[in-house]
């Protein structure tokens, strides 16, 4: 595997397969790396001729109260970890090469209506810098193929959209959720758990359960739900931020009618933000 830090490099490298007519794939990722990163990796070796992975912290898409300093960076076990998955090509650039010397005078991408919804609306400017980021790894990369995690639900739609309204052509692939054996979603945030927040956070998939399963007994009462989720949340500790069921395309409330819908949750334990969703079929 190669690591290549400058884009003028990872093109010439990218040409050169494309020459040879292999199919290119990314999987971009902010680093600290686990098993759901590294599922990604593996399903674009399995469809794809080169992978390549990317490792940027990227700036735009911290708020003004989140602290990208303590953003864990574990570049060397990194690289071990995505040797042993088969990734071809490894692109950890500076912000400087990126973005030049000031980030913020950085041309902006925004993806309108999807990006104010639900973590957008508490967290503003972040899926706008997702936007601009994605954008240019793929004008510098150029893949056949892109591959997110579905934790980042949201996320994945707003992509989808992004490269359908500028007509790109790339196929965006979603990877379901890799979760620990008591069902928390795998994040490289959740090393910002204390032990005892750590026994706790699981709770927050069994609550999308256990609202899941009041739905499947037929009660459409959506809004209804939404309250007893947060409620339940907030007894088990955590602060939420919104509990939603959506339509599963659109993100907008759901309705009886709806027949494929998604729970959406995001929620804090002590310094830790955490998110999770759950998709449907109501009939």
């Known amino acids: 595997m190669e690591t290549i830090t400058s884009i003028s490099e990872l093109r010439k490298l990218l040409d050169d397969r494309r020459m040879t007519e292999q199919s290119i794939g990314l ?11 590294l599922k990604l990796v593996k ?10 992975t990317t490792i940027f912290v990227n700036p735009l898409q911290f ?3 989140e602290d990208i300093t303590t953003y864990p960076r574990t570049l060397n076990e990194d690289q071990e970890k995505l040797i ?27 993806v309108p209506g999807i990006s104010e919804l639900h973590c957008g609306k508490s967290r503003p400017g972040h899926f706008a810098g997702v936007a601009t980021m994605v954008s240019k790894l793929f004008n510098i990369v150029r ?36 979760r620990e054996p008591d069902g928390l979603a795998m994040s490289s945030r959740n090393a910002y758990l204390t032990a005892e927040e750590r026994k706790i956070a699981p709770f927050l998939h069994a609550c999308l359960n256990d609202i899941a399963g009041a739905i499947l007994n ?28 959506c339509h599963a395309e659109t ?16 929620a804090s334990l002590g310094i830790c933000r955490l998110i999770d969703n759950l998709r449907m079929q109501t009939s």
């Open 84 to 110: 042993v998955a088969g990734c071809h090509c490894l692109f950890a650039p500076s912000v400087e090469e990126v973005y030049g010397s000031n980030p913020l005078t950085s041309t902006v991408i925004h």
């Open 43 to 52: 399903a674009a070796t399995q469809s794809c001729s080169f992978v390549t």
């Open 218 to 245: 037929e009660d459409r009462d959506y809004r209804k739900l939404e309250k007893e989720g947060v409620k339940k949340l907030q007894e088990a500790g955590f602060k939420p931020e919104y509990f939603s069921i």
């Open 27 to 37: 999987v971009p990722t902010m680093g600290n790396l686990h098993t759901g990163h």
């Open 143 to 178: 893949p056949d193929r892109a591959f997110f995690g579905l934790k980042d639900y949201q996320q994945y739609l707003l992509i989808k959209q992004l490269v359908n309204d500028l007509v790109l052509e790339i196929e965006i692939i979603g990877i379901e959720i890799e």
């Open 63 to 65: 708020g003004a109260d």
């Open 251 to 266: 993100l907008q409330p759901a309705n009886s009618e709806d027949s494929s819908i998604v729970l959406m949750v995001a």
